[in-house]
């Protein structure tokens, strides 16, 4: 067994690589700026995890593993490359563990199912991973955020299938092969790596597509239709997998005309639909016997910071939510509004990086239809440098019926509850320290 170590081992993507790595069996140590949940359940796994940066972290024989956020002068980083060590970005890790999976387990070999796409791949993972799980079929998955039933975002099992949400947000996608990709979506997005725009994403994904043996694609989504390739189609239309049938939680689903199976969701939102009807398109395709699990998809609430209730005080409701485009911050607008009525939706909205504020400014702005109330936060620069004349203040300037609340977020949190009343929902919409406001707020 290997011994590796992580350079910022609390987020949630390389956590979830670490615990895989702890449950079969490896060695593993690493170092974060700060403790967290997610660090002290590595502990409780047996990870030697320290606060802060120093070379002395690094063990002298050890594969490093590191994200494309730690740069080249980091302490650590310095270290391994004196001690000459091997240095893994998290996606070649990844890739590692994929085509391990699908060297072991039972009948020769695990069924990597990969879920890509700008939107949804964190939730159709978790999904997936959930009910193969709850089936007995003991997966091993590595996903993108925590599965709140299952309190893991990642496990190692010995069933016949490995799940795993495959980013694309810095063109390491291309490093993976797995027997089943699922495309929810493509648009513009991560403008600081796909300086062209979609023409370098749609380049991205169509070096994925070759190099997959079966791909399975959203019919509907006009950005998929740009990739080259004979894809498996699931969509509301014209689609090999079809939900011709939606009736409040029921969800008909057909494959080729013919019914397939009856699904139940709680999830809210037709974006939730698209995400249901890819994982019964994967799983059915992967050999699984989806009429015998059809009733295992209702008790899954989604995916942590994906719509999630933080907490409720005085008459007032508080929800997290990853979203940081356009169409994610719509989609999650539009499930609150339908659950709550948009005059009582409130959304915080932290945009997530200068240059896709900049890149998307009009379709940000088009985007809080469904709230009856809009405050705007200061960007969270992801390492980035400010861009001039990109910022919050003049966002919320050009948006009609919203606010700008500046500071960390303790202080949005002081600023805005004094303005709530009972019957208020508060949605709170980004990919930085947003997070937090829930706990603010609920203090």
Request: with cysteine; charged share 25%; proline share 3%.
């Amino acid at each position: 067994m290997a011994k590796y170590h992580f350079i910022a081992i609390g987020g949630i993507g390389m956590s979830g690589l670490a615990k895989y790595l702890l449950e079969d069996g490896h060695t593993v140590s690493g170092s974060d700026i700060a403790d967290s949940k997610y660090v002290d359940k590595l502990r409780e796994m047996g990870a030697e995890v320290s606060v802060g940066h120093s070379a002395g972290n690094v063990p002298e024989d050890a594969i490093v593993i590191k994200s494309t956020a730690i740069r080249d002068n980091n302490p650590e980083v310095i270290r391994a490359k004196e001690l000459g060590l091997p240095i893994y970005h998290r996606s070649d890790l990844l890739k590692e563990i994929a085509e391990r999976a699908q060297q072991e387990g039972k009948d020769g070999g695990k069924c990597f199912i990969g879920f890509s796409g700008t939107h949804g791949k964190t939730t159709t993972s978790g999904l997936a991973s959930y009910v193969l799980d709850k089936a007995g079929l003991e997966p091993s998955f590595v996903d993108g955020g925590i599965i709140p039933e299952l309190n893991t975002n990642a496990q190692h099992r010995g069933g016949k299938y490995f799940v795993a949400e495959l980013d694309e947000s810095d063109g390491t996608i291309v490093k993976y092969s797995p027997d089943i990709l699922v495309i929810n979506n493509l648009e513009e997005d991560h403008i600081d790596f796909y300086t062209n725009g979609m023409s370098d994403l749609v380049e991205t994904f169509n070096c994925i597509v070759s190099q997959s043996k079966k791909v399975i694609a959203n019919n509907d989504n006009e950005g998929i239709k740009l990739l080259k390739g004979d894809f498996i189609t699931f969509g509301l239309n014209d689609a090999d997998y079809t939900a011709k049938s939606i009736n409040n939680e029921t969800l008909e689903i057909y494959h080729h005309g013919e019914l397939l199976t009856t699904v139940k969701i709680q999830l809210a939102g037709i974006h939730n639909v698209y995400n249901t009807l890819a994982v019964v398109a994967a799983l059915n395709e992967a050999g699984v016997d989806v009429k015998q699990i059809a009733q295992l998809f209702y008790p899954f609430t989604g995916m942590g910071r994906r719509f999630q209730k933080v907490c409720e005080f005085d008459g007032i409701q508080v929800y997290d939510d990853y979203a940081h485009h356009p169409t994610e911050i719509k989609a999650a607008l539009q499930a609150a509004a339908s659950k709550f009525g948009k005059e009582n939706v409130a959304a915080v909205f932290q945009p997530h990086r200068f240059t896709r504020l900049q890149a998307l400014w009009s379709e940000f702005k088009m985007a809080f239809e469904n709230s009856g109330r809009i405050i705007v936060t200061d960007v969270y620069a992801a390492s980035e440098d400010p861009l001039e004349g990109v910022n919050s203040e003049k966002f919320a300037s050009e948006l009609p019926n919203s606010e700008y609340i500046s500071g960390s977020m303790q202080e949005v949190a002081q600023k805005l509850k004094p303005t709530l009343k009972s019957g208020d929902v508060v949605v709170g919409l980004g990919a930085g320290t947003i997070t937090n406001l829930g706990k603010e707020l609920c203090r």
